[in-house]
């Protein structure tokens, strides 16, 4: 592999321009979880002060605002947000807090909300910010390499071949005949997976060297292939056994890249993306995810950031350590007592698009049960079982959300010769039973399928 370097592209969210704010302007979330501000075709009335409000949202559940504050010698007690899910609804307040930002959270994936700010002096007089912005929430796909919304499939031949073969999702199945979309990426035993780790709404690649090097290299999608020959992101990174995962831990929409050494040390070491490297390693947690805990990632209280999880398979604890944006916890809280025992294989999703990421546990062998802990914000809850007779005996499952509805469905790769993909859907409430095909040649033989649970399968 050698170094190649390219042009950051621009990350979500776009502030007004001093050069724009002669015109009002409403805020247009397009895509999924990128913001255009353009201006707004109907005249309206210009507000006493137009301080440029402006959103930010990525591919997850929250949308963020921000604005500047008013000029003056005297600061405002607090600011009044409001929202409506239509520009004519009924407003309400959300929150009213004294800097000039705001995180409107958890919400479902996909929802379109209209936001207003107003100033409030310390005689309780308020004046209005400017016209409404609306944003969008995003949909926090895993690999969704053409940034349709969907969930697409990948495989890393690894070895010596190295290649790298896409199936776009499309109307209830994966399109039949995979594409080829990088010829040497995943050498050998590295660990390969996925992430957008340049914020433009498509799923990348990276790999994972270990071993003494550590080196991390990144592809990035331009929406029909993967366009660089092994771009190093970093050059120390989830080395030895160490287990690397992917998130945006500090909610910039970008991910990011975190390592679990476990053991006796249990650290997790996280290194940002600058969107065009990842930046040097920090220790966001010390004793996480000790001794041979499964680690996870998701957004277990719907804020945004990814947080952490850490499965303890002989007990059958689920620990959660959430993200500050800079660290990790500190506190260690056990979110659930009996999940995920030995042998069984966790996962994680937004299993009923309700904002938040809960999650899963495939028994696998002839069992084939999945079972679900749906997450409130603070805890999981009861587990139930929401398929019977999926990812059996050596399959390998996975999560994602594979017809854009805002709900993580399950998949499963039976690989070998048959080299099946089969998917159930979530209803919100369970996996349709009625798992189908959605590929019959991906993945064949040993190959390492994406997103799957392939990294971490303890059975």
């Keep these: 592999m050698w170094k190649e370097h390219r042009t950051a592209v621009v990350g979500v969210g776009l502030a007004v321009g001093a050069a724009l704010l002669a015109a009002p302007f409403v805020g247009i979330l397009e895509d999924v979880g990128r913001n255009v501000m ?40 607090e600011y009044h947000v409001f929202g409506a899910t239509s520009p004519t609804g009924q407003k309400r307040l959300l929150g009213s807090p004294q800097e000039p930002r705001f995180t409107h959270r958890p919400l479902p994936p996909g929802e379109t909300w209209y936001y207003w700010v107003q100033a409030v002096d310390a005689t309780g007089d308020a004046t209005s910010l400017g016209p409404a912005v609306s944003g969008r929430s995003g949909i926090p796909n895993r690999t969704d390499v053409n940034g349709d919304g969907k969930d697409d499939v990948v495989t890393f031949t690894r070895g010596t071949a190295a290649d790298v073969y896409v199936a776009l999702s499309e109307n209830g199945r994966f399109e039949p005949f995979a594409q ?54 970093h050059d120390h990174f989830a080395s030895g056994e160490e287990i690397p995962l992917v998130g945006d831990f500090n909610g910039d929409g970008k991910d990011d890249i975190v390592a679990f050494n476990r053991g006796t040390a249990g650290d997790a070491l996280v290194a940002l993306s600058t969107g065009s490297g990842f930046a040097d390693a920090e220790t966001w947690h010390i004793q996480f ?18 947080d952490i ?96 509805d805002g709900k993580a469905d399950v998949i499963a790769f039976t690989r070998g010769e048959t080299a099946d993909v089969i998917v159930a859907e979530s209803d919100s409430r369970r996996f349709r039973p009625e798992a189908k095909k959605w590929h019959d040649n991906f993945s064949i033989d040993a190959e390492w399928p994406q997103p799957s649970q392939i990294g971490t399968m303890t059975g």
């Design 38 to 77: 353009r201006p707004d075709p109907t005249p309206k009335a210009s507000p006493t002060r137009d301080r440029s409000l402006s959103v930010t949202s990525g591919m997850d559940h929250v949308v963020h605002l921000a604005w500047s504050a008013p000029s003056g010698p005297a600061k405002p007690r």
């Design 180 to 233: 080829g979309w990088h010829d040497f990426f995943a050498v050998d035993m590295e660990i390969a997976s996925t992430g957008d780790f340049d914020g433009d709404g498509r799923s990348d690649l990276v790999t994972f060297t270990k071993g003494a090097a550590g080196d991390v290299y990144v592809s990035l999608s331009d929406g029909s292939r993967f366009a660089q020959h092994g771009w190093a992101w």
């Design 289 to 306: 995810a000790e001794g041979k805990q499964t680690p996870a990632v998701g957004d277990f209280n719907g804020d945004g950031r990814d």
């Design 309 to 404: 999880a850490a499965f303890a398979h002989d007990s059958g604890e689920v620990f959660v350590a959430l993200s500050t944006g800079t660290a990790f916890g500190p506190d260690v809280v056990t979110w659930h007592e009996d999940f995920a025992r030995n042998g069984e294989t966790p996962a994680v999703g937004d299993f009923n698009g309700d904002g938040r990421d809960d999650v899963a546990v495939f028994s696998r062998g002839t069992a084939a049960d999945v079972y679900v802990a749906l997450s409130d914000g603070e805890r999981f809850g009861a587990k139930g079982r929401w398929h019977g007779g999926f990812a059996g005996g050596d399959q390998v499952p996975g999560v994602g959300d594979f017809n854009g």
